[in-house]
C-alpha cells in the first residue's frame, strides 16, 4: 500500500453525497503520524456537518463555511487503525501500534486546551472529519502523536467508537452527582450515543434508568444494556407515566436529542434539585419559564463530547470492567452514503462502523 496517496470518501459541496478522491499526502514531518484507517464510526452529527451546520432555532443555521471549514470536507471522527508513518520527533509510538484517535483538536496552547478541554478550545478548532481530513478513507493524517490512544486488547471497531460516542456519553454521565439505588435517571433519545451511555451508566452507578426513545427496536435494546424501563416520548400522558413509573424520583436527565421537545421532556421529568444535561446538537430553541430555575432549584448544562484524558479513562475503564456493549452494525467504506440515508431516516440500531 502506497502512505502517500489516500483514498477518500468527500463531499465537494454542503449538502452533496459524498464522493470518492484520492489526494497526495507530504511525508510526515514533526510530530506527525499517518494511520492506516481499520475502522470509522458514522456519528449522527456527520449529517449536520454534511448538510453544514447546526439549527440554532428561530429559523437560523450556524455555517461551518463561515466558521471557516474548506470544501471538500472528508468526515470520521471515530478513527481506528495502525500506525504506518511517523514524523522525525514522534516518540513512544512505533509502526503496527493499534490505536484509536482523539480527534477534538484544539490549539493546544489556550488556557481552556492547556486545562486538558481541547474540544472547548476558544481559538481554533482543527477537528479531524471536520476542519481537518477524517476517517472516511483509507490513510488519515495526526498532526501530533499524543492524540493517539493505544487499545490493547480491546476491539478495534468497538474502540473506535469511544473517540466520539464513547466519550460524548462519558463525559456527560460524568457531570451528573452521585446517585443511589432508589434513584432515576432518564436517557432521553438511545441512539448511538444515548445507548453507550446506558450501557457505561449501568455499569458505574447504582442509580435505575429510564430510557427513553420513540423506536420500539432502541427501547428493547436499552432494556438489554442495563436500562431499567424504558417510555416512549410520543405515548400519550408520557409525563405522568413516567413520573409514576419512579415514584416522582428523577434526579437528573440527560438529553441525547437535544430537540425543544426533548429538553423540554427533560426539565419536566426531573425532582426539585434535578440535573440536566442537554448534549444532543439536534437544534432549535429552548424555552422554559423562569421561576422554574428557583422553584425546582434546577441545575442545567451542557456537554460536548470531552477531553482527552477522557478518552483514556474510558479506554483504560474499558480494559478492566466488562462494560455492556452496544450493537454495531459493520459496513465497507464504499457504502458510506447509504449509511448516511439509513442514520437520517433512524433505520440504525448501535452504531455503524465503516471499514475501507
Ligand atoms: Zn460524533
Ligand atoms: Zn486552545
Same mark, same amino acid.
Given at each position: 500500500?502506497n ?19 484520492t ?34 432555532? &428561530? ?8 466558521? %471557516? ?36 483538536? &484544539? ?10 478541554? @481541547? #474540544? ?6 482543527? /477537528? ?5 481530513? &477524517? ?30 460516542? %464513547? ?21 432521553i433519545?438511545?441512539? %448511538? ?46 409525563l ?40 444532543g446538537?439536534? %437544534? ?7 421561576p ?12 460536548y463530547?470531552?477531553?482527552?484524558? @477522557? ?7 474499558? #480494559?478492566?470492567?466488562?462494560?455492556? #456493549? ?10 458510506v /452514503? ?19
Amino acid at each position: 500500500m502506497n502512505y502517500r496517496c489516500a483514498h477518500r470518501w468527500a463531499f465537494p459541496k454542503w449538502g452533496a453525497a459524498l464522493e470518492a478522491m484520492t489526494d497526495d499526502l507530504a511525508p510526515p514531518v514533526g510530530h506527525e503520524v499517518t494511520l492506516r484507517v481499520t475502522h470509522c464510526g458514522m456519528c449522527h452529527s456527520d449529517l449536520h456537518v454534511q448538510a453544514g451546520g447546526f439549527d440554532m432555532g &428561530g429559523g437560523k443555521l450556524s455555517s461551518l463555511e463561515r466558521a %471557516g471549514t474548506k470544501l471538500p470536507v472528508t468526515m470520521g471522527h471515530e478513527i481506528g487503525g495502525e500506525v504506518v508513518e511517523v514524523g522525525p520527533e514522534v516518540q513512544g509510538v512505533k509502526l503496527g501500534d493499534k490505536v484509536i484517535v482523539y480527534p477534538w483538536l &484544539g490549539c493546544g496552547s489556550c488556557l481552556v486546551c492547556e486545562r486538558g478541554d @481541547e #474540544q472547548l478550545c476558544t481559538r481554533a478548532m482543527r /477537528n479531524l472529519g471536520i476542519q481537518l481530513p &477524517g476517517g472516511y478513507a483509507d490513510l488519515v493524517r495526526v498532526p501530533h502523536a499524543r492524540y493517539l490512544v493505544p487499545i490493547g486488547t480491546l476491539e478495534p471497531a468497538r474502540a473506535a467508537t469511544f473517540a466520539c460516542a %464513547g466519550i460524548t456519553a462519558y463525559g456527560a454521565i460524568r457531570k451528573l452527582d452521585p446517585l443511589d439505588a432508589e434513584d432515576h435517571v432518564a436517557i432521553i433519545g438511545c441512539g %448511538g450515543v444515548g445507548m453507550t451511555a446506558v450501557a457505561l451508566y449501568s455499569a458505574t452507578s447504582p442509580a435505575r434508568i429510564v430510557a427513553i426513545d420513540p423506536d420500539p427496536a432502541k427501547r428493547e435494546a436499552a432494556l438489554s444494556h442495563g436500562a431499567t424501563m424504558a417510555f416512549d416520548p410520543n405515548a400519550p400522558d408520557v409525563l405522568k407515566a413516567i413520573g409514576k413509573a419512579c415514584n416522582m424520583n428523577i434526579a437528573a436527565a440527560v438529553d441525547f436529542v437535544g430537540s425543544e421537545s426533548s429538553s423540554s421532556l427533560a426539565v419536566n421529568l426531573v425532582r426539585r434539585t434535578g440535573q440536566v444535561v442537554i448534549v444532543g446538537l439536534f %437544534g432549535g430553541e429552548f424555552r422554559m419559564p423562569l421561576p422554574m430555575f428557583a422553584l425546582k432549584s434546577l441545575r442545567i448544562s451542557g456537554s460536548y463530547v470531552a477531553g482527552l484524558h @477522557e478518552l483514556r479513562d474510558l479506554v483504560a475503564l474499558a #480494559q478492566r470492567a466488562t462494560l455492556p #456493549q452496544i450493537p454495531l452494525d459493520l459496513r465497507p467504506l464504499s457504502g458510506v /452514503n447509504q449509511a448516511l440515508d439509513d442514520l437520517t431516516h433512524g433505520r440504525v440500531v448501535g452504531r455503524v462502523v465503516l471499514q475501507p
